[in-house]
């Protein structure tokens, strides 16, 4: 009979599952953790290791892309020019009753604003907090000596504009990518890995003529979809929102986020925004080093416009977990129900690509399995497991997104064969251990 699939329903069953298998843990747990922090364990780190090689790879093997891995502290003015210090705020109230802190449009509903926590209206007026961390550079604590955590990674990519464009020979159209921390001091962060105080984002930002940039917004757009569904995100649970002109943050002339359907509701995923040439502008105007391109062939000097596209990996992580979560429920003959949780990640996603399970623990058969690990760990991330019931280990490995599972038994000394199960048909088949690789990297292509 075929299982009934039910998927995510509520994010505590991933919180759970996460902190049990090692994909993420609160930050400083042992001391009742910090607010909004999260560190990535084995399991975790090798899977967003993989979402940042998906991101990286689709972004620099296109000719018209280079990467770049700018510092976190940068140079104060940079805040200045950016518009980050002025700008960069939410608005903030105090319930007066409960004494609960929100950001204003948290609290808003048709125009009044009541304190989400207990529903009083008895509130503080709104006023301005600057959502960037500030730090000191060097031994002296003082207004001299102040630096930021940077907000965002794209001021990284502005001031180093000329840098690149020289140093690679880009001609315009074209564009830098990097993936870094960004720090912001939200107000009101939450939802495990979605809204966090410290993150890693993944920008880049396309340099254009003015006159295309409509044109290239259009296309990134595109280009972007296409990226999020190649992961294997569920198109039903993917789409576009435009940001009306009062949305637009201060550097946008246009913006265009790509919602998920999380659990907790439809929430932006990714930004896609037309920032024109405020930030060259800026920080031509206020570096006062030019940051024009000059177009050889019409013979024309311009600051180029910046199409950006910008997601967090984390954000991105939570939601390819969500998605991919499923639990199968069976009911035996005997009306028994047999539940199994599976994470369906792409192979390219999953932290690991195989596990090797001796059918015993006997000495034949561990050598073995060893050593098919040990071949197959030259390409792959691979487990290796023997404790437990065969049965046990596969589920193990399915809760974890493992695609195949290589089962080493008692003929295979004899046959030099062994069985693979697949995670998703957990259907099995023998193949030699001599074309174990070719077998992997070929179901690889195929079959995702
Ligand atoms: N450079 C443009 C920029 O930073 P943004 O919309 O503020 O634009 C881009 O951020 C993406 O970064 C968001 O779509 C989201 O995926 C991620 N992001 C922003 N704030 C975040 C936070 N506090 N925690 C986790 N991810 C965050």
């Given at each position: 009979?075929?299982?009934?699939?039910?998927?995510?329903?509520?994010?505590?069953?991933?919180?759970?599952?996460?902190?049990?298998?090692?994909?993420?843990?609160?930050?400083?747990?042992?001391?009742?953790?910090?607010?909004?922090?999260?560190?990535?364990?084995?399991?975790?780190?090798q899977?967003?290791?993989?979402?940042?090689?998906?991101?990286?790879?689709?972004?620099t093997?296109r000719?018209?892309?280079?990467?770049l891995?700018?510092?976190?502290?940068?140079?104060?003015?940079?805040?200045?020019?950016?518009?980050?210090?002025?700008?960069?705020?939410?608005?903030?109230?105090?319930?007066?009753e409960?004494?609960?802190?929100?950001?204003?449009?948290?609290?808003?509903?048709?125009?009044?604003?009541?304190?989400?926590?207990?529903?009083?209206?008895?509130?503080?007026?709104?006023?301005?907090?600057?959502?960037?961390f500030?730090?000191?550079?060097?031994?002296?604590?003082?207004?001299?000596?102040?630096?930021?955590?940077?907000?965002?990674?794209?001021q990284?990519?502005?001031?180093?504009?000329?840098?690149?464009?020289?140093?690679?020979?880009?001609?315009?159209?074209?564009?830098i990518?990097?993936?870094?921390?960004?720090?912001?001091?939200?107000?009101?962060?939450?939802?495990?890995?979605?809204?966090?105080?410290?993150?890693?984002?993944?920008?880049?930002?396309y340099?254009?003529?003015?006159?295309?940039?409509?044109?290239?917004?259009?296309?990134?757009?595109?280009?972007?979809?296409?990226?999020?569904l190649?992961?294997?995100?569920?198109?039903?649970?993917?789409?576009?929102?435009?940001?009306?002109?009062?949305?637009?943050?201060?550097?946008?002339?246009?913006?265009?986020?790509?919602?998920?359907?999380?659990?907790?509701?439809?929430?932006?995923?990714?930004?896609?925004?037309?920032?024109?040439?405020?930030?060259?502008?800026?920080?031509q105007?206020?570096?006062?080093?030019k940051?024009?391109?000059?177009?050889?062939?019409?013979?024309?000097?311009?600051?180029?416009?910046?199409?950006?596209?910008?997601?967090?990996?984390?954000?991105?992580?939570?939601?390819?977990?969500?998605?991919?979560?499923?639990?199968?429920?069976?009911?035996?003959?005997?009306?028994?129900?047999d539940?199994?949780?599976?994470?369906?990640?792409?192979?390219?996603?999953?932290?690991?690509?195989?596990?090797?399970?001796?059918?015993?623990?006997?000495?034949?058969?561990?050598?073995?399995?060893?050593?098919?690990?040990?071949?197959?760990?030259?390409?792959?991330?691979?487990?290796?497991?023997?404790?437990?019931?065969?049965?046990k280990?596969?589920?193990?490995?399915?809760?974890?997104?493992?695609?195949?599972?290589?089962?080493?038994?008692?003929?295979?000394?004899?046959?030099?064969?062994?069985?693979?199960?697949?995670?998703?048909?957990?259907?099995?088949e023998?193949?030699?251990?001599?074309?174990?690789?070719?077998?992997?990297?070929?179901?690889?292509?195929?079959?995702?």
């Amino acid at each position: 009979m075929s299982p009934q699939i039910h998927p995510l329903k509520d994010l505590s069953q991933l919180v759970s599952l996460s902190k049990r298998r090692g994909f993420v843990f609160q930050s400083s747990e042992i001391y009742g953790g910090l607010g909004s922090c999260w560190d990535y364990g084995p399991l975790g780190s090798q899977f967003k290791l993989n979402v940042k090689a998906a991101w990286w790879n689709a972004m620099t093997r296109r000719p018209d892309v280079v990467g770049l891995d700018a510092a976190i502290l940068m140079h104060p003015q940079v805040w200045q020019a950016s518009g980050h210090l002025d700008t960069f705020t939410d608005p903030l109230v105090d319930c007066k009753e409960c004494k609960n802190r929100f950001r204003e449009d948290h609290g808003t509903k048709d125009g009044q604003v009541s304190c989400p926590k207990c529903g009083s209206s008895n509130v503080t007026e709104a006023r301005n907090f600057n959502l960037m961390f500030k730090t000191f550079m060097g031994p002296v604590e003082n207004d001299g000596s102040v630096v930021y955590l940077r907000p965002e990674t794209a001021q990284g990519i502005f001031v180093n504009f000329e840098n690149v464009q020289t140093s690679a020979r880009k001609k315009i159209p074209f564009g830098i990518a990097q993936i870094g921390k960004s720090f912001r001091n939200e107000i009101t962060p939450g939802n495990f890995i979605f809204r966090t105080r410290e993150f890693e984002q993944m920008e880049m930002q396309y340099f254009v003529k003015p006159e295309m940039a409509d044109d290239f917004y259009a296309q990134w757009k595109q280009t972007r979809w296409n990226f999020l569904l190649r992961l294997g995100l569920n198109e039903g649970r993917l789409r576009f929102s435009e940001h009306g002109k009062d949305e637009l943050a201060h550097y946008a002339k246009a913006a265009d986020d790509v919602e998920y359907q999380f659990p907790f509701g439809w929430q932006e995923l990714e930004g896609i925004h037309n920032r024109g040439d405020f930030d060259l502008s800026q920080h031509q105007k206020s570096s006062g080093k030019k940051l024009e391109y000059f177009d050889e062939a019409a013979k024309e000097k311009y600051v180029p416009y910046v199409i950006e596209t910008a997601i967090g990996c984390d954000r991105l992580c939570l939601a390819l977990l969500c998605d991919a979560y499923r639990e199968e429920v069976t009911v035996n003959d005997n009306g028994k129900e047999d539940r199994r949780v599976v994470l369906g990640l792409k192979p390219e996603l999953a932290p690991y690509k195989a596990a090797c399970l001796p059918l015993s623990k006997k000495e034949p058969l561990q050598n073995v399995a060893k050593k098919i690990q040990e071949d197959l760990s030259q390409d792959w991330s691979i487990d290796y497991d023997e404790a437990g019931s065969i049965g046990k280990r596969y589920r193990r490995q399915d809760e974890v997104g493992t695609p195949f599972c290589i089962t080493i038994d008692f003929d295979t000394e004899s046959d030099q064969k062994v069985t693979v199960r697949h995670r998703d048909t957990m259907e099995q088949e023998r193949v030699s251990i001599d074309q174990l690789r070719n077998y992997i990297a070929q179901k690889f292509i195929l079959n995702w």
